[in-house]
């Protein structure tokens, strides 16, 4: 499968402790997003990666979160001191694009963090 | 602040007739607009685009025409099939905005035997 891949897909986890996520995207892809998606809404934008430079965080980043791309391939997005409100589906995309040019998304199939 | 909004939470239509999603956004600074199915379980598969320079764009069964002038997309489907129920995203970006898309709510389309 040369899709786009998360790991884990399920994460359950106590309020205040930290988790991780990975996303593999599509080997010759070199933009990388994340979004997180509630019930009942759309996938919100949280950042994205143009190969390994962090080019934009929305302000739902706060700071308990950070995203790496270290050498411009894989991706982890890391949850500090989890509240019950970071309870979502965190979506992984990337895309091949040129300049500014918008190309289509390709997502994974996302990885759901449930904060008791 | 909601820039792309679906205003219908959900759609039935039977099988074989048109289905009509609709999507308004507020920002005039959009210039490519996306639509998405998701089925449950699974990640948003891309399903059609269209620029702002066109009004109309084709692929089968999906056709989605853009209003520039009353901030609206819709996409249709005919004939629409049982396979077809699934949650439908409409999504806007700008040009220079590094290929960030902006998502709406999302219709969620059953289409009955």
């Known amino acids: 499968d040369t899709g786009v891949s998360q790991d884990p897909r399920h994460k359950i986890t106590k309020r205040g402790q930290n988790v991780t996520f990975r996303c593999d995207p599509i080997?010759?892809?070199?933009?990388l997003y994340w979004y997180r998606q509630t019930l009942g809404q759309g996938p919100e934008f949280l950042t994205y990666?143009?190969?390994?430079?962090?080019?934009?965080k929305s302000r739902l980043l706060s700071d308990r979160f950070s995203a790496e791309r270290p050498k411009g391939s894989f991706s982890t997005l890391e949850i500090q001191r989890t509240e019950q409100g970071d309870s979502a589906m965190y979506l992984c995309?990337?895309?091949?694009?040129?300049?500014?040019?918008?190309?289509?998304?390709?997502f994974g199939e996302g990885s759901r963090l449930t904060v008791l | 602040d909601q820039q792309v909004k679906q205003n219908s939470p959900s759609l039935s239509v039977q099988e074989g007739r048109i289905s009509i999603l609709n999507c308004d956004y507020t920002?005039?600074?959009?210039?490519?607009f996306l639509w998405y199915k998701k089925y449950p379980a699974e990640g948003p598969t891309f399903l059609i685009s269209?620029?702002?320079?066109?009004d109309k764009n084709e692929d089968g069964r999906f056709t989605v025409f853009l209003n520039k002038s009353a901030k609206h997309l819709s996409l249709h489907i005919v004939p629409s099939q049982p396979g077809d129920s699934a949650v439908y995203f409409c999504?806007?970006?700008?040009?220079?905005?590094?290929?960030?898309?902006?998502f709406g709510q999302g219709t969620e389309l059953s289409v009955k035997p």
């Open positions: 080997s010759e892809h070199n933009r």
């Open positions: 269209i620029s702002s320079i066109k």
């Open positions: 995309a990337s895309s091949l694009a040129s300049g500014q040019n918008t190309g289509e998304l390709f």
């Open positions: 999504a806007a970006s700008r040009y220079n905005q590094g290929g960030k898309l902006i």
């Open positions: 920002n005039s600074m959009f210039d490519y």
């Open positions: 990666f143009q190969n390994e430079a962090q080019l934009e």
